[in-house]
């Protein structure tokens, strides 16, 4: 049988070529997600300043304590570590030196913005650095410059160097100069108990290296370390896991790789599986007449099947093996563009190993052995006669599985939605609305001939008005409904699939830019290009006579724990108490200026209130003025607060305000991003303005922005996010595209006998042209049709989740652009394959194979 498939595949090249095609790509996508996810798990960072300690201690990520519920979630902020763990591992067998760490970031050098991180003289042996000009810092004031950093800046032991410290300038002596030759970070090396001042985070520090003693086994020696301080709130990391103690942004990518690497994984195996599962299954209806024909001389219904899936796994392993290096290359592609977009750290190592490999041949085999058993499986049940007559015009496609099938994926879109419209709020409701589309396209396509009948009817005055070529069109399309789906299920995937996904981002990105403008009641923001200003500037603004109010802005995430019982945790196991977190998001405020500057008011309580321990929670919460809440911030450490305020934030958007000064240590930087201020009345924008920038002339980069302004950087600033679903709607929509150029052509070069009779009885090549330009046409409307069908049912559940609004909100050209790519495509995949089966004889067209 295999003999007989590969000879098979001899004679049906076009087929062939498609099939591998669609099974080609579909390997490529999965495989390329699949590295991305591979990526996000492993988290390999390659240590750099940290390169010499085969070890490193930091702080464990994962939620602390016992407990339950699905906002469990790593910590948002870096955890830090106790600095008395340092003496307990240099006390662990085979440790030559414990060495403490800290990182804080200098957010200018001599006036201008910097990207540079300061650290304590000790922590250069870590890397190590070595002295080649002048000496070690000897005490306060005191700097060591790494050479680059000194060659740019242009300075020499003995310069004076201004150096701002989470935006708050200091004047420091340059003590020597330093190179390393495992970094090329902007370093700054103060002496340690210089760097712990500035540091200001007291008691802890952010890791520990850990030099081994000589023939100590690094393996080994982690080990040891972790039962030391497994059960302290840390982690042992070693290899390419080191770097995530030095990138504290490595630990945001991974929280943020892992979960997109996850959807553009599933969305993306799910398009495979239907692009290669409507293509195979649209090639073996093709070939209805030759397997009954196979059928009438004496074969069995298995051996049509095993031929089938013999001729299918072939060409997928061929496919399999071509889509190897692409895969890899595409993949590579896609994390280059999200490390260009800051959505993850270019220190991550792009890792795509044997597993996705093995999945995406896994999907794609899969798929088309799936495909070519359910397709083949009709025409080898029915006798030989009937499948004869049944070959000629495909009328019939009800079958119980696909029915039920049907009924499952209609159902599933179905419950999406209801859960989308009622549980869901906010931006988060685009979870379920994105596998909600595909879900929609599924099962439309499952009875998309039955649809196309109907649809077909009421295009019907198409015929009336295109002549007798448009009226053979549109008996065509009334007839051989099955073969119309076929062509029309691709657009429909295509036209579906990118009005959704570009939709959902378009609605939140104007969602968002919305809520902000509508809560913003300042009339200026005050920042820095280097991304921070000093938080003493808040006051010095306030005191202004043209200000009515300035306040701190600093944005972070927490949980509010609600204390349970006894009983099992996350990680089932048997414990006396447990915590069941619900995640927020916190805005950092001043209490004197955060009722002029935010437009929220207090339903209860008083914004004049929020100093020390307090907190004001949306009226939702269920909290009243006066409780206490336990707050786990996003470095996992806790506080019991004081509600002092209620407020109702937009539906979707709640969150909770605290002071800036509480929550600033909390950070993984402690860097105040702005200051927002309010101009007291009769201050034109103008002269508030010039006020600012003068009594902030002296903060390294400060600018001063206007609402407008201030509204367009916040647009701005969620570019990542718009980043990332751009992308995965580009490579999904791409791969429908893909399937819906191969599919057509397929389609319709398979027509070229039909063709070939019609100029037998005298029809010409105009007439045959205008026919199938008026098919195309019809196919183009009945694939739009129901792709916007698909749309809909993912686009108006979220509207009602995200703002109360079901439409949509974006471009009003992005989806008469789809329609019209769609159209463009169609007709041109329709008729170049026309014009090219009506330039052969007729007669020798009628006979070809």
């Known amino acids: 049988m295999l003999r007989l498939a590969l000879k098979s595949l001899r004679y049906r090249k076009g087929g062939f070529l498609a099939t591998l095609i669609a099974l080609f790509v579909g390997g490529v996508v999965v495989q390329s997600c699949g590295g991305l996810l591979e990526t996000g798990i492993r988290a390999n960072v390659k240590a750099e300043r940290l390169a010499a300690a085969p070890v490193v201690v930091s702080g464990s990520q994962d939620y602390p304590g016992h407990a339950v519920g699905t906002a469990t979630d790593p910590m948002t902020e870096r955890v830090l570590i106790d600095a008395d763990l340092v003496d307990a591992v240099a006390k662990v067998p085979g440790v030559a030196k414990a060495v403490p760490d800290v990182s804080f970031p200098v957010t200018s050098l001599a006036g201008r913005p910097a990207e540079a991180f300061g650290h304590g003289w000790s922590s250069a042996a870590l890397s190590p650095y070595r002295l080649v000009a002048g000496a070690k810092p000897a005490g306060p004031g005191d700097v060591v410059v790494d050479s680059s950093t000194a060659e740019k800046l242009d300075v020499r032991p003995g310069s004076k160097l201004q150096a701002s410290v989470r935006g708050i300038p200091q004047d420091f002596r340059v003590s020597g100069v330093a190179e390393s030759r495992t970094t090329s970070q902007s370093a700054l090396l103060f002496s340690d108990a210089e ?4 540091y200001d985070r007291p008691g802890k520090i952010d890791d520990i290296g850990v030099l081994a003693a000589s023939g100590t086994d690094p393996v ?19 290899g390419d896991k080191r770097g995530l103690a030095e990138f504290p942004d490595a630990i945001s990518g ?65 496919a399999a093996g071509l889509s190897l290096a692409p895969g890899a290359a595409f993949g590579q592609v896609m994390y280059d563009i999200l490390v260009d977009k800051d959505l993850i750290p270019g220190e991550m190592i792009f890792s795509q190993g044997f597993l996705p490999q093995l999945v995406g041949l896994g999907v794609t085999l899969v798929a088309g052995l799936a495909a070519a058993f359910i397709a083949s499986r009709r025409v080898s049940k029915v006798r030989p006669t009937e499948a004869m007559a049944e070959a000629t015009l495909q009328t019939r496609w009800i079958s119980p599985i696909r029915m039920i099938l049907a009924f499952l994926f209609l159902g599933g879109a179905t419950a999406l939605a209801i859960v989308t419209a009622s549980v869901m709020t906010g931006p988060i409701a685009a979870s379920t609305s994105a596998p909600a589309a595909m879900l929609w396209a599924v099962g439309i396509a499952l009875v998309s001939p039955g649809l196309c009948r109907w649809l077909a009817a009421l295009l019907q ?20 409904k099955v073969r119309l789906a076929s062509a029309v299920v691709p657009i429909m995937l295509a036209t579906g699939l990118a009005t959704a996904l570009i939709y959902l981002q378009t609605s939140q990105d104007d969602a968002s830019s919305r809520m902000f403008a509508e809560g913003l009641k300042a009339d200026a923001v005050v920042t820095s290009q280097s991304g921070a200003v000093p938080p003493s500037l808040v006051d010095q603004l306030a005191d202004l006579p043209e200000v009515a109010g300035a306040s701190a802005s600093v944005s972070s995430a927490a949980r509010l724990e609600k204390k349970l019982g006894p009983g099992e945790d996350d990680n089932d196991k048997m414990v006396k108490s447990r915590v069941e977190p619900e995640r927020i998001d916190l805005q950092g405020v001043t209490a004197s200026g955060a009722g002029q500057t935010i437009a929220h008011k207090a339903v209860e309580g008083d914004f ?44 979707g958007f709640e969150y909770a305000m605290v002071p800036a000064a509480e929550l600033l240590p909390h950070t993984t ?125 993912a686009l108006l559940p979220f509207g009602k989740a995200l703002d109360g609004s079901v ?33 052969a004889r007729p007669v020798e067209a009628a006979v070809a194979p």
């Open 220 to 238: 080994k020696l982690a080990d040891a370390v972790d039962e030391v301080v497994g059960d302290r709130g840390a982690r042992v990391l070693r």
């Open 608 to 651: 004049g209130n929020l100093t020390g321990d307090s907190i004001v929670l949306p009226t939702k919460s269920g909290k009243k003025v006066g409780d206490r809440v336990h707050v786990r911030w996003g470095d996992g450490e806790a506080s019991t607060m004081k509600v002092v305020g209620l407020f109702d934030p937009p539906r």
């Open 254 to 318: 991974q929280q943020n790789l892992i979960p997109l690497a996850g959807a553009f994984g599933g969305l993306a195996t799910m398009v495979a599986v239907f692009v290669v599962g409507s293509t195979v299954g649209m090639l073996v209806q093709q070939r209805r007449r030759e397997m009954a024909l196979q059928r009438t001389i004496g074969v069995t219904p298995g051996q049509l099947r095993r031929m089938v899936m013999a001729e299918t796994a072939v060409i997928a392993l061929i």
């Open 195 to 198: 760097a712990t001042r500035l």
């Open 669 to 793: 930087t402690g860097e105040l991003p702005q200051v927002l201020v309010k101009g007291k009345p009769g201050v034109s924008d103008e002269d508030l303005t010039a006020a600012l920038q003068k009594a902030a002339g002296d903060v390294p980069g400060v600018f001063v922005a206007d609402r407008s302004e201030a509204s367009a950087a916040h647009a701005q600033s969620d570019e990542t996010g718009r980043v990332a679903s751009f992308l995965l709607a580009a490579v999904v929509v791409g791969y429908a595209v893909i399937a819906l150029i191969n599919s057509l052509i397929v389609a319709t070069a398979e027509r070229r006998n039909e063709f070939a009779l019609q100029r037998l009885i005298g029809t010409t090549r105009g007439q045959v042209m205008w026919m199938m330009s008026v098919e195309a046409l019809v196919t183009a409307l009945v694939g739009i049709i129901l792709g916007t069908a698909v749309a809909a049912g």
């Open 461 to 480: 005055p198409v015929g009336w008005f295109t002549g007798l070529s448009g009226r053979m069109a549109m008996l065509n399309a009334s007839v051989r």
């Open 807 to 839: 439409w949509p909100s974006g471009p009003g050209w992005i989806y008469p652009t789809i329609v019209a790519t769609a159209v463009a495509l169609t007709f041109t995949t329709i008729l170049l394959p026309t014009l090219v089966a009506l330039r």
